[in-house]
């Protein structure tokens, strides 16, 4: 894009309407990286940029569109990790039980009690309450069932 030399404001870059303000890429350039289904890093090599750029434009987007959740409605979720590269990589998924379209509400990297406080907190986030949850359902160890008493206060828990 053409930069403008002003001496009030210094170097400006022009806006155009076919690229994100701050993203050196094309909205169709973005869309294009964003629907590949592989992984960031094969992605990153196929399209020819940085995995770490890559990854500044899925944020960036995920959390456009997670920003207008409002979640002081859940009650019920059910969480479930999953292992990755022979159980050395986990990441836990959090679903609303309730709903049937797009149950996912969060997942995070990790397993045991700290995924349980990242949920804790996005929860606040957007609008909810930990202690609005009524009903956990996970299928792990007994060991688990003290972090979620400790995140979750209310939960029944089958």
Not at 30 to 54: F, G
Request: aromatic fraction near 8%.
């Amino acid at each position: 894009m053409p930069r403008v030399k002003c001496q009030e404001h210094g170097v400006k870059r022009v806006e155009v309407p076919w690229a994100r303000k701050g993203s050196a890429f094309t909205l169709l350039f973005e869309q294009a990286a964003l629907v590949r289904e592989m992984s960031v890093n094969a992605a990153a090599r196929i399209i020819e940029i940085t995995d770490k750029r890559l990854w500044r434009i899925v944020e960036h987007y995920v959390g456009k569109a997670v920003s207008p959740f409002n979640l002081s409605d859940i009650e019920p979720v059910g969480l479930d990790e999953a292992a990755s590269k022979r159980g050395r990589n986990y990441a836990t998924v959090f679903i609303d039980t309730e709903k049937r379209q797009e149950p996912v509400v969060f997942a995070t990297p990790g397993k045991g009690k700290q995924p349980l406080k990242q949920f804790s907190a996005f929860l606040d986030a957007h609008e909810g309450d930990p202690a609005n949850i009524r009903e956990a359902v996970f299928d792990m160890s007994p060991a688990f069932l003290s972090g979620v008493a400790e995140e979750l206060p209310n939960p029944q828990v089958t």
